[in-house]
């Protein structure tokens, strides 16, 4: 992965109160050396709630961790009761927003059109979405994970030139492997993440998709973070319940940097 940066990400999913996220993130701060967190991104992305917390705590101590939101409005502003726009997570300094994450897909109904109309607004507020896509059992079963996975990407990024990706980061996580315990071999994730790779070269050319950075998620902890990381197309981890546990964030951290 040549030029690519390893990427940490912790998604705290509905989990952590502001105190407590702020606990979190010292500890990870304590943990991590300057040297591991300048290899290494790190980034966490906290529920809303914490988002400001976090940010007065990194800006204020000048921390070397990101952080970014786990959802947004495609929308700007009005009357949508309960949403969060782009616009208000860049004024918060947040870098990143999770898009098309599979619990999204699945429990808020956010099909490929929702998801495409979120990845231009975060795009359009210049946070860079991590565009998570990945393929249920039945279609891991059926044997068409790779063209499933290529066809949501398609879907997200529809309409859109290579100018406008800004650094776009893909996350391949498949559902399957989503808080179970069973991790995708490196071989899986690197099939997908190769897959996904080649399909960005096909759509904006090689020169982009090689700069572009692919995550896998399902599972990840510090035991199976190397042979994850080993695949060459695999440039980092998009963390679940791991990012929850400093010590083993941290380590999970350590092994990408
Ligand atoms: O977005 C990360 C996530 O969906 C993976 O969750 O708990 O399996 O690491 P987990």
């Given at each position: ?9 912790g ?14 993130v ?22 809303f709630?914490?988002?400001?917390s ?8 000048k921390?070397?961790?990101?952080f970014g ?8 502003s ?10 208000m ?13 599979s619990e ?6 956010e099909?490929?059109d929702v998801v ?9 507020h210049?946070i ?5 896509v ?5 279609v891991?079963r ?8 290529t066809?949501?990407?398609d ?9 406008q ?6 996350a391949?996580?498949?559902?399957w ?17 190769g897959a ?11 020169d982009?998709a ?18 994850i ?10 963390v ?6 400093a010590d083993?964030?941290a380590?999970?951290c350590r092994?990408?940097?």
């Amino acid at each position: 992965r040549e030029g690519r940066r390893p990427l940490i990400a912790g998604n705290w999913k509905m989990h952590l109160t502001h105190l407590e996220a702020i606990g979190l993130v010292q500890k990870l701060a304590f943990s991590l050396k300057p040297a591991e967190l300048e290899a290494a991104e790190v980034v966490v992305l906290p529920p809303f709630t914490a988002l400001r917390s976090v940010q007065t705590l990194v800006t204020g101590d000048k921390l070397d961790i990101g952080f970014g939101a786990q959802d947004l409005s495609a929308a700007d502003s009005g009357a949508y009761t309960g949403e969060v726009s782009g616009g208000m997570l860049a004024a918060l300094a947040c870098q990143y927003v999770t898009v098309g994450h599979s619990e999204r897909r699945a429990l808020h109904g956010e099909g490929d059109d929702v998801v495409a109309a979120k990845v231009r607004a975060a795009l359009k507020h210049g946070i860079t979405p991590v565009l998570c896509v990945g393929e249920g059992l039945d279609v891991r079963r059926a044997g068409t994970h790779v063209p499933h996975c290529t066809a949501q990407l398609d879907a997200a990024l529809e309409g859109l030139d290579a100018g406008q990706l800004a650094g776009l980061v893909v996350a391949y996580e498949p559902v399957w492997a989503i808080g179970t315990g069973e991790v995708a071999t490196p071989e899986d994730a690197q099939e997908v993440c190769g897959a996904l790779r080649a399909r960005l070269a096909e759509r904006f050319g090689s020169d982009t998709a090689d700069t572009l950075r692919i995550l896998y998620g399902g599972s990840v902890k510090a035991a199976n973070t190397a042979g994850i990381l080993a695949g060459p197309d695999v440039d980092g981890a998009l963390v679940g319940g791991a990012s929850l546990d400093a010590d083993e964030f941290a380590a999970i951290c350590r092994t990408a940097a």
